[in-house]
């Protein structure tokens, strides 16, 4: 019998678990890719499932294990699908080649030695599989009896063929096909059967649900509806259940995962803080915390959403449209429209919040994220007071560069190889790329981009849902975004900006201060530069007692 093991990573705080829900519950950084790539392919969604191709690479999946699923895959939702998945599989690892990626092939399956009757050695997987010995003979009832031929095939192709092949385990294969069969829809019945399966070979309740909640995130939400429903169905008719919500607990702040819509209908996945000795009888004053460019949730912006609710307030870290755990399709492009919608989304969620009270609802808006949180306050008067921290106007910096040492010649340049590009990529063309920070460091590299580096490529800011990659053409409409142009329009609202004294990035923050009107503040916290505000301790001492400051007034 093969031995059934399961690629399961230690992770934190996916899906804001704790509790009883043990590490060995929760979905991997691999198997959430697993699930992605199994549904987009099966749907033949070549878009989405191409950035998800490069991020389960990134996530530590092997060349051959997603070669593994593309091919485990076609037994469920045909050849075709499972062709252009290899296909477009194939370009993604060609355009990671150009690009000086070295990928892991890992190891292939081993060769097939078993001579017994193949239709037998499927039985045998499938009784392993479902924890059920099937009876002697061949099957004759249901499907079985009426296409004997299916049968045959199922038996010696499916389970002896294919779950023979030792580059998955049970329990990946299981995650492949329940994540195609959700993808597709319509096959509840298949459904359970697989999912009653994936309990038996070690997959658990918890990441069931988990898996149902990717689907809904990244794929279709009608579709993860219907899904449920078979799970919770199951879950009760084997008298099991699962906490997927239970709040985690920091400092006495409980987190939990919420999601919620923004205007073009993608889904937005954020972490709501609540205050020690949280009152649910009362209402809270509130703050939407946005992250930097390039990052995500659960790095800056979740620290300062932690810190400010230790301070007494409801507070809200969400990813932006087109990363991290929210929707939004291609994945990995910067849409100043959509970030700026995202804050409007995030006061929509808060706004409707039980315990929130609507008309004392803040922002702080970190990096890039302060740039379009002033412009999100510009045009929602529900916002009654921001803070950016570090602000980065995205808009100048791709015009002229940190430092505007980019020429108009330059720029006019670079809208050309745009438009260039975009006419390929309708056409066919492998979609380009750019780091916003590198992978490796070089001696030429500046002292900016090494403390960006410092925080996103190692374990003091990294997370596997940064990948601060963006589409080339991005730089468009970026260039197209000036977030100060009507900023006096947001008085008398309150505008507090927190710069660092050595920050490159601190005039942006000064540009936006001299054409705001009053209140407005610019503060300086001393010695510290840029990135210094995400995290350091020493200067969030300083930068922190302000913000609560800052907002005790103005959110009273």
């Not at 009107?517 to 969030?540: I, N, R, T």
Request: one cysteine or more; proline letters at 5%; glycine letters at 8%.
């Amino acid at each position: 019998m093969k031995k059934i093991s399961l690629c399961i990573a230690t992770i934190t705080l996916l899906l804001g678990m704790s509790g009883n829900i043990n590490a060995q519950d929760m979905l991997s950084k691999k198997q959430e890719k697993i699930v992605t790539i199994s549904a987009f392919t099966a749907r033949g969604d070549l878009d989405k499932l191409k950035p998800e191709l490069a991020a389960g690479l990134e996530a530590g999946l092997t060349v051959n294990e997603i070669k593994e699923i593309l091919v485990h895959l076609y037994a469920y939702s045909g050849f075709p699908r499972s062709l252009r998945g290899l296909q477009t599989f194939m370009s993604v690892l060609d355009e990671r080649k150009a690009a000086g990626v070295s990928d892991n092939w890992g190891r292939e399956a081993s060769p097939i030695t078993d001579t017994r009757d193949k239709y037998e050695r499927g039985k045998e997987i499938l009784a392993e599989l479902s924890g059920v010995t099937p009876p002697e003979g061949r099957a004759t009832a249901g499907y079985a009896g009426f296409s004997p031929e299916i049968e045959t095939f199922l038996k010696e192709h499916l389970f002896a063929d294919i779950f023979e092949r030792d580059v998955l385990t049970y329990s990946e294969r299981e995650m492949v096909t329940v994540s195609v069969l959700m993808g597709i829809g319509g096959v509840e019945p298949m459904l359970n059967s697989h999912m009653n399966l994936s309990l038996n070979v070690g997959i658990t309740p918890a990441q069931l649900k988990q898996m149902v909640n990717t689907i809904e995130v990244n794929v279709s939400k009608e579709n993860a509806e219907a899904a449920n429903v078979v799970l919770n169905e199951l879950l009760q008719r084997k008298g099991l259940s699962v906490e997927v919500e239970t709040p985690v607990m920091i400092n006495g702040v409980k987190k939990e995962k919420v999601s919620f819509p923004n205007r073009f209908y993608n889904n937005i996945v954020g972490n709501l803080y609540f205050p020690p000795n949280y009152d649910a009888n009362r209402k809270y004053a509130a703050i939407v915390v946005g992250h930097p460019f390039g990052g995500v949730k659960e790095q800056t912006s979740g620290l300062h959403a932690q810190k400010m609710a230790e301070l007494g307030y409801v507070t809200l870290a969400f990813d932006a449209t087109h990363y991290g755990e929210s929707g939004g399709y291609p994945r990995y492009i910067e849409s100043p429209e959509a970030r700026v919608e995202d804050f409007s989304a995030a006061v929509d969620f808060l706004s409707n919040h039980q315990n929130v009270d609507a008309n004392r609802i803040g922002v702080i808006g970190i990096c890039g994220g302060g740039g379009y949180s002033v412009s999100a306050a510009q045009i929602d008067h529900r916002i009654k007071a921001l803070a950016t921290v570090s602000m980065y106007d995205m808009g100048r910096a791709r015009r002229q560069g940190l430092g505007d040492v980019i020429t108009y010649e330059q720029r006019m340049k670079t809208l050309d190889e745009i438009g260039e590009q975009r006419t390929k990529e309708f056409r066919g063309e492998p979609r380009k790329d750019i780091a916003a920070i590198p992978t490796q460091l070089s001696e030429n590299d500046t002292e900016n981009t090494r403390e960006f580096f410092d925080y996103y490529r190692t374990p003091r800011g990294g997370h596997p849902n940064s990948t601060t990659s963006y589409s080339y053409t991005s730089l468009a409409p970026m260039m197209n975004f000036f977030p100060f142009v009507q900023i006096e329009t947001i008085s008398p609202r309150p505008l507090l900006f927190i710069v660092g004294e050595r920050a490159v990035s601190a005039y942006f923050s000064e540009d936006a201060y001299s054409k705001a009107a009053e209140p407005k503040e610019l503060f300086v916290v001393p010695g510290a530069s840029h990135v210094d505000l995400y995290d350091k301790p020493q200067y969030m001492a300083v930068s922190l007692p302000k913000l609560d400051a800052f907002f005790k007034q103005y959110l009273k």
